[in-house]
């Protein structure tokens, strides 16, 4: 059964930096596409980001910018830097393996305050 746990949530103050990562256990992560999501409470899960086992990457108009993915294949892990933070921002942050099959994280609280 994979497994993906993501930390280095918490709380922070607008315009502060935050990095997410998102480690994996699967055998062959290097070929897996990952993917980041958010969700803030009473809304629907939001994507942010994606990056390809090649690194191509892209994000969502709301974070362009701000945020930028990256991978380590050696450590199965998928990073998501933060920077310039807003309270609008503050969600619970998943990590996705889009497979096929998907695996989601238990996700990781950021809390941005003004």
């Known amino acids: 059964q994979v497994q993906l746990v993501e930390s280095g949530g918490g709380l922070v103050q607008a315009g502060g930096s935050l990095k997410l990562s998102c480690a994996a256990s699967?055998?062959?992560?290097?070929?897996?596409?990952m993917a980041w999501y958010r969700q803030a409470p009473g809304k629907q899960r939001e994507w942010l980001a994606v990056?390809?086992?090649?690194?191509?990457?892209n994000y969502a108009d709301s974070v362009r910018g701000r945020f930028t993915i990256s991978r380590d294949n050696a450590k199965n892990t998928v990073y998501l830097q933060m920077n310039s933070l807003k309270p609008e921002d503050t969600a619970v942050y998943y990590c996705?393996?889009?497979?096929?099959?998907?695996?989601w994280g238990r996700g990781t609280q950021v809390t941005v305050s003004s």
């Open positions: 699967i055998r062959v992560f290097s070929i897996n596409t």
């Open positions: 996705k393996l889009l497979g096929p099959p998907e695996y």
């Open positions: 990056i390809s086992s090649g690194g191509t990457t």
